[in-house]
């Protein structure tokens, strides 16, 4: 019978300090312990990192960075993180340790929580997270074995392990850790990251709460992630009748594919929630935290001070036995305290005309308020300030966000206090601002965008490519779109643009590949590997110099004249190799007369007639005559036609 092996961490003593006493989880980074601190006396939680780990830097670095960004987190919705070291070849983190169970747990002993329950918990995550994201740092890990419920009624999110400064916000390949059952669309496609991610996984941890489980499910994790790129999460009241309209949105809008579409972050989320709160009447059960620090907004829950009590009014004096003298001496006490108050508050009133008056007499009460005129015309504007006894005073600068001809701003401000006849300026748009562009034919993309930036022109991320002369890579132009949705024009040697334009970028791919000379099936891939197409219907041709089957002719130009783009079909002509020739007919002529003929005509005659001019100085030629050839008929320039001569035939 096999035993379990015992854990060699049990009972030792880290860095000369934390006792471990048992082990509570294990993930894949690292294995979790609760342990005594020695010095302070308290219940720990001891994360130490897989020892296999240990000597990976990575691994390393991103072990610290967990201590060092919740650490930065002081929020009662956050895992304490106290301590973070070294003990050899131990890296171990030291935090808060809150016996009680995860939401996970609960979920599998519950399945399906009620719309009270998932309130609270909801609302204390938002908590948590919105201290994170205000502190600049995305979870990237959002998921129910992260929330911790403990047994005093606290709500907590953990396990920072995955989280990055929102600045840093690009994971690829082995970097995209987070569980794939919350990952955000962008996280699955382009592999980036934000604090709008852990919204994604906020909604569908809150949909499986609400329904009792997830909202996707594949026998393979990329097929789970296919459906986070491509189809919308469905309302969980599909699935459960009794949740609420406003949880139906909030899931939907906290799970949009665009992040764009989503809460900017979970204070805009927590927000919406504590709206729904009250607008369904639903209240979060306030726990040891929220009780402690947490202050709610008017109408969500009763705010609950540590160490207060309430008191009775105090009633009417009682009859305690005292003697009528006393009972006099004290109505005398209290009548002597009302006159007084009255004369205090008399005199509080007299200082307080006083103020009344210097304010709106020479204090700034007295001064005239700037009124509203961003939008109007200038003379529209001229006339509000001037009926406020303001004197207006014109200034132009250009916008791409005000109409020519409108105000954009006062100087002093709306509702800014001024003394009467005071200068109001009154900034008065003139539309964009018109720049020179220069010539941008033959420069680099990059190039070309930076100099579009610089002058405030629109640049669309669609580019449009055409094979060209120039080398691949570089402009060939820019086409401008105006603003105002005039024609657009072509800007490759200079032009002149104005601030908000449009434009789109036109790329050279080079010059379209020669193939002529080269066997169809090479030209076929070469032109398809620069992504143009080739016509099924492919022309053939003699061709004394081109081999039969290999190309002869390419189309040069498009129908309509413009360059060749990808995606275009060029037609090609095939060679058929040399035309065929009509064989003269020589039989019965001497052999010299034949072997001119067929030379006249293009035809090479067998080397043995040519032998025989040698003997007798090419009497033969003259004397034997051709008794037969072949080829008959017809057949390709520069093919030998053999004579057969004879001197009787």
């Given amino acids: 019978m096999n035993t379990p092996q015992a854990d060699p961490l049990i009972g030792r003593l880290v860095d000369g300090r934390y006792r471990v006493r048992a082990r509570i989880a294990r993930g ?86 009620t719309v009270a329950q998932t309130i609270t918990i909801m609302d204390a995550i938002l908590s948590g997270l919105a201290a994170a994201h205000s502190a600049g740092i995305v979870h990237r890990d959002v998921k ?18 995955l989280a990055r400064a929102t600045t840093a916000n690009t994971a690829t390949g082995a970097q995209l850790l987070g569980t794939i059952a919350y990952l955000a669309p962008e996280l699955v496609t382009r592999g980036t990251a934000d604090a709008r991610s ?58 949009e594919k665009s992040p764009d579409d989503r809460p900017l972050d979970a204070k805009e989320m927590l927000s919406r ?36 009590a309430v008191l009775p009014a105090p009633a009417e004096e009682a009859d305690d036995g005292t003697d009528n003298a006393t009972r006099l001496r004290r109505r005398t006490a209290r009548r002597r305290s009302t006159g007084a108050a009255l004369l205090t508050l008399v005199l509080l009133l007299a200082v307080l005309a006083g103020t009344v008056g210097w304010w709106f007499g020479s204090g700034p009460g007295s001064l005239i308020p700037v009124p509203p005129v961003a939008g109007m015309t200038y003379e529209q504007a001229a006339a509000a300030v001037k009926a406020e006894g303001l004197t207006p005073e014109r200034a132009e600068q250009s916008s791409v966000d005000v109409d020519a001809g409108a105000v954009i701003e006062s100087a002093p401000g709306e509702g800014e206090r001024v003394e009467k006849d005071s200068a ?63 024609e657009a024009y072509g800007c490759a040697d200079g032009c002149q643009v104005f601030e908000d334009d449009s434009a789109v970028i036109q790329l050279s791919l080079g010059a379209v590949p020669d193939v002529i000379g080269k066997p169809l099936d090479e ?21 004394e110099s081109v081999a039969k089957g290999s190309v ?54 067998n080397p043995s007639i040519e032998d025989m001019e040698l003997p007798l100085g090419g009497k033969y030629w003259d004397v034997y005559k051709v008794c037969g050839y072949d080829p008959e008929g017809t057949a390709a320039r520069g093919s ?3 004579l057969t001569p004879g001197f009787f035939c």
């Fill in 198 to 255: 852990d919204i994604y996984a906020l909604g569908i941890v809150l949909y499986e709460m609400l329904v009792g489980e997830q909202p996707y499910k594949g026998e393979q994790p990329m097929q789970i992630a296919f459906q986070h790129a491509t189809e919308q999460v469905p309302r969980p009241s599909v699935r459960n009748p009794g949740v609420p309209e406003q949880l139906d949105e909030l899931v939907l809008w906290a799970t």
């Fill in 28 to 113: 894949g980074m690292a294995t979790v312990y609760v342990a005594t601190d020695m010095r302070l006396e308290r219940r720990i939680a001891l994360k130490v990192m897989h020892a296999h780990l240990s000597d990976d830097s990575a691994f390393q670095s991103r072990f610290i960075q967990e201590a060092r960004a919740a650490a930065r987190l002081a929020d009662p919705h956050v895992v304490n993180v106290f301590d973070q070291g070294q003990d050899g070849e131990l890296a171990y983190l030291v935090m808060e340790y809150l016996p009680g169970i995860t939401l996970r747990e609960l979920m599998r002993e519950q399945k399906r929580l």
């Fill in 424 to 486: 109001v300026t009154l900034v008065v748009s003139t539309g964009p601002a018109q720049h020179e562009l220069p010539a941008l034919r033959g420069k680099s993309a990059d190039e070309v965008r930076s100099i579009l930036a610089d002058n405030r022109v629109n640049v669309s991320d669609d580019v449009e490519e055409y094979f060209d002369g120039l080398d691949k890579g570089l402009v060939l132009n820019v086409r401008i779109s105006p603003r105002d949705e005039g």
């Fill in 640 to 642: 030998t036609v053999t």
């Fill in 552 to 605: 002869i002719a390419q189309t040069r130009e498009r129908p309509d004249g413009g360059a060749w783009r990808p995606g275009d079909t060029l037609t090609l002509t095939v060679s058929r190799g040399p035309q065929p020739l009509p064989i003269p007919d020589v039989k019965g002529k001497t052999v010299r007369d034949a072997v001119s003929t067929l030379k006249d005509a293009g035809f090479k005659v």
């Fill in 144 to 161: 129910p074995e992260n929330v911790l419920l403990a047994e005093d009624g606290r709500i907590k999110i953990g396990d920072f392990g």
């Fill in 523 to 543: 030209a076929v891939r070469t032109l398809e590997g620069v992504q143009l197409k080739v016509a099924d219907d492919r022309p053939e041709d003699w061709s």
């Fill in 273 to 308: 929630l504590r709206e729904i709160e009250r607008e369904i009447g639903v209240t979060p059960v306030p726990t040891a935290t929220d009780i402690a620090s947490r202050e709610y907004d008017s109408g969500s829950v009763t705010k609950i001070l540590p160490g207060t």
